[in-house]
């Protein structure tokens, strides 16, 4: 069935060939390759233009391509050409001109269906033996990934290679016995070879195709038929529907024109789809930069036709922290808070000036002695708590106007104080929390000042210095605790297990690439930002929850669980128990771990950092032929952008991913037990007034420890007094001496 199917494609497109060539009566197909595609026979652009409607055709030839032999201004598809000349190995050739990776394409990639038609035209026998490797240059990317231990193959939807051959070469593989091609790395499924006739267009050419899937490429493998030129069945590709016509470049392009290879999100790709589904007809996934064709360097730019090349700006990376690490400010500070230092100031003379001139004019206006003190009476009028007075001294005019006065002021004042203090308590407790990445790392004055005293080539080899003796990457399991474990903070962020052995575990955290990062910007960077990262670099600051261990027979223990997963489970319980560690990455992941902690810990308040790093901008690159439909492309996928489909389409994502994390992290529960799950439960907490009260309690215990020492003082003195006066008449004059001496030392 699978055989029928392989002849029935190879005899359909081999056939309209045949008739494209029936098309001019008069032309002729030389046995000879070296008229092939020239005036004499310029059946190549026939060949190449008149493929099947769907199908991405790509010419594989030998010979220089000049524009006499190949004329392609009136074709409005992609096509591939390439070149394999002498001069050139053709690996290089390819790479240079295709930028042809040694990667698999993944399907996942790629839209829908699609169709290639690969030509081969590459010379004489002994060329095409040498080369055989060309064949799976070419088809490598059209296939799925394969079993190292098989050497076939399956094709992604309709992948067709046609190997051009002569009469003459047919003779040679057939009695020499020759591979059409070495099959040391794979298969090519679907395989056909068109045996060009060196008669007229009247006799009938040979094809040759598999007689089954994945069978060796000996001629004798091959079933051929004989065509007649006469027939046309160019209807019948009218039956492949391809839904795409625009080709671009996956890879996002950096704003500074430094290129990274790393994919965009999933939601990224159906916002293309989403664009360009139904409206265009051949759109690759995959990471070839976008074209219509492409030919030798000599007669390229005669091809390529005016393109434009548009970059719309669709993300930005930044780098920020995430932490729930809160301290609370100084208690006895509370109570100073309602007043301003100048008026504190003031209000302490008023009444240092009230006392002094109060005792002044008591001792100058009564000579008697009075039962009352002046000094407590002003001082108790503070704390609304007014002592006696003797009437000579109430009655006296100077007194009353100035105790009036004072007494205005002071209750006044105490109105005030005491409703800012009760503002003050039934408000949010006011705590600090960091807010910048200075907050984040430990510095010393004394580094900080020669660091920032040295010149740029000093700097850089300073934080260069600093990375590479970084604490290592290989954790066993003995904790490794920097010697500032109890100041620094713990810096947390993703990580995954490259390499699990018998004697250490290899975890490779993102961290570290953030400051690599980092430590590549620094020429460019100001010099308060490089001693940022320089303290950040540093060997006493911790990267990883646990307080740098990680526990390897639990890693090698997984119980069914992901390793990765449950080294996030560990800097995430690191995290919730907020002290001094806080989860660094890009704003993507800081706001999905934001959103998953603040959803899943609702008694506990999360903080970002309000200073984020930008590194950069990620764009979309679009290079676009005029009179193409493409040319619509990039104006469609702006506004995809702007209409908000692709900051929806990430929300959608990040949904997802919290109902995964919140699942892993109960299955992980379950499996080793936390506190995790008794933190998530507790709920929300209530109004923490913190410090503020407590310090009323300080005042209130300091004064019982005061009034207890001054009561066991009084009452021994006064025991001692009784006892001595019990003691006198039988004591010597030296005793009595002593305890006169005591005596007035109780006194």
Not at 334 to 360: D, H, M, R, T
Not at 504 to 512: A, S
Not at 571 to 600: K, P
Not at 602 to 614: I, L
Request: with cysteine; hydrophobic share 40%.
């Amino acid at each position: 069935m699978n055989s029928d199917i392989t002849l029935k494609f190879s005899i359909v497109f081999v056939l309209l060939f045949l008739n494209l060539i029936s098309s001019t009566p008069t032309e002729t197909i030389s046995s000879s390759r070296s008229n092939f595609g020239t005036i004499e026979a310029p059946n190549l652009t026939s060949i190449v233009t008149h493929c099947p409607q769907n199908c991405a055709p790509h010419l594989v030839t030998h010979h220089e391509i000049q524009p006499e032999n190949l004329d392609l201004s009136n074709f409005y598809k992609p096509v591939i050409l390439s070149s394999t000349r002498e001069t050139f190995p053709a690996l290089n050739y390819v790479e240079q001109y295709k930028k042809i990776k040694p990667y698999l394409v993944q399907t996942s990639k790629r839209s829908g269906t699609f169709c290639r038609f690969l030509i081969f035209h590459l010379g004489n026998r002994p060329d095409i033996m040498r080369r055989t490797d060309l064949l799976h240059l070419y088809t490598f990317h059209y296939m799925k990934n394969w079993n190292h231990q098989v050497t076939t193959v399956t094709s992604i939807q309709h992948v067709y290679v046609l190997v051009l051959l002569t009469e003459k070469d047919y003779k040679y593989f057939s009695n020499k016995k020759e591979l059409l091609y070495r099959p040391n790395i794979r298969i090519i499924p679907n395989f056909a070879v068109l045996i060009l006739s060196s008669l007229t267009q009247s006799a009938n050419c040979t094809i040759c195709v598999n007689k089954y899937d994945n069978s060796w490429p000996y001629l004798r493998n091959l079933q051929c038929v004989a065509f007649s030129v006469a027939n046309n069945i160019a209807t019948f590709y009218a039956q492949i529907k391809i839904p795409w016509d625009w080709e671009f470049q996956r890879d996002h392009v950096l704003y500074n024109a430094r290129s990274q290879k790393s994919d965009f999100l999933d939601a990224v790709t159906k916002t293309v789809h989403l664009v360009l589904k139904g409206k265009l007809n051949l759109t690759f996934f995959d990471n070839y930069v976008a074209f219509r064709a492409r030919i030798t360097e000599s007669s390229m730019t005669e091809y390529m036709g005016q393109s434009a090349c548009t970059i719309i700006l669709a993300n930005s990376v930044e780098y920020n922290f995430l932490t729930c690490h809160t301290t609370k400010e100084l208690s006895f500070r509370f109570y100073q808070k309602p007043f301003q230092l100048w008026v504190w100031v003031g209000i302490l003379l008023s009444l240092a000036s009230l006392i002094v001139v109060g005792e002044i004019f008591v001792k100058l206006n009564f000579k008697e002695n009075l039962s009352f003190s002046i000094g407590i009476y002003f001082v108790g009028s503070v704390f609304e708590s007014l002592t006696y007075i003797e009437t000579k001294v109430k009655n006296a005019n100077f007194f009353r106007v100035m105790v009036g006065a004072w007494l205005i002021s002071v209750t006044t004042l105490t109105n005030c104080y005491k409703g800012l203090v009760i503002m003050g308590l039934n408000a949010p407790s006011d705590v600090k929390h960091p807010n910048v990445f200075e907050d984040l790392v430990c510095s010393s004055g004394q580094e900080d000042s020669a660091f920032l005293k040295m010149n740029d080539t000093t700097t850089v080899s300073a934080m260069n210095k600093a990375y590479y003796t970084r604490p290592s990457r290989f954790y066993s399991n003995d904790s490794i605790a920097p010697p500032d474990e109890g100041t620094c903070f713990n810096l947390l962020s993703t990580s995954r297990v490259v390499s699990s052995l018998s004697h250490r575990t290899y975890i490779e955290y993102n961290l570290l690439e953030i400051l690599l990062t980092l430590l590549k910007m620094a020429s460019t960077t100001p010099r308060k930002w490089n001693l940022l990262w320089f303290n950040m670099m540093k060997s006493n600051q911790v990267y990883h929850g646990g307080k740098g261990k990680v526990d390897k027979t639990t890693l090698q223990k997984t119980g069914g669980n992901n390793p990765d997963d449950i080294l996030q489970y560990w800097a995430e319980q690191e995290l919730i128990e907020c002290g001094r560690s806080a989860f660094i990455g890009t704003n993507e992941q800081v706001a999905a771990w934001q959103a998953y902690l603040g959803a899943y810990y609702k008694s506990v308040n999360f903080y970002v950092g309000q200073n984020p790093v930008q590194v950069k901008k990620i764009g979309w690159y679009f290079h676009v032929y005029a009179g193409t439909k493409g040319e619509r492309v990039p104006k469609l996928f702006a506004s995809c952008v702007e209409a908000g489909i692709l900051l929806k389409e990430r929300k959608i994502e990040s949904e997802y991913s919290l109902k995964r994390r919140v699942l892993i992290t109960t299955n992980i529960s379950a499996s080793f037990g936390s506190n995790l799950t008794s933190v998530r439960l507790e709920g929300p907490k209530s109004l923490q007034i913190g410090g503020q009260i407590q310090t009323v309690f300080i005042i209130f215990g300091g004064l019982v420890t005061i009034s207890t020492f001054m009561f066991v003082l009084e009452f021994g003195c006064k025991s001692y007094t009784i006892w001595k006066k019990r003691l006198a008449p039988w004591v010597s004059d030296d005793v009595k001496e002593i305890l006169i001496i005591n005596t007035y030392i109780c006194t």
